[in-house]
């Protein structure tokens, strides 16, 4: 594992678009990628947890939080009902 960022395993990634995608080629959709970012996102906490001073880990952390903030906003613009279902779902924002 380089520098903390491991790319999320291809099962993984088949199971969330199955889970939040319209069909298994459905990776462009928000609620696809929120979902995707996620499960980084999840990953990466952890790995920040046990590793305190890595420094460009935690900046690609907060990077991939704001990339997801804006995403969410924009669901949220777009389609309320479901950006309410996504979060109930990845269970984020307390």
């Known amino acids: ?3 903390g960022k491991k790319p999320i395993t291809k099962e993984d990634k088949e ?3 199955k889970k939040f ?5 459905d990776t462009g959709s928000t ?6 970012l996620s499960h980084r996102i999840s990953e990466l906490t952890e790995h920040v947890k046990i590793h305190k001073k890595d420094k460009h880990t935690r900046r ?3 990077q991939l939080v704001s ?3 804006k995403l969410l906003k924009y669901l949220f613009r777009n389609d309320s009902n479901s950006y309410v279902k996504l979060i109930n779902e990845l269970s984020i924002r307390g």
């Open 15 to 17: 199971k969330i678009i």
């Open 1 to 3: 594992e380089l520098g």
């Open 67 to 69: 990339q997801r903030k």
């Open 31 to 36: 609620e696809v990628q929120v979902a995707i």
């Open 60 to 62: 690609g952390l907060v």
């Open 21 to 25: 995608g319209e069909n298994k080629k």
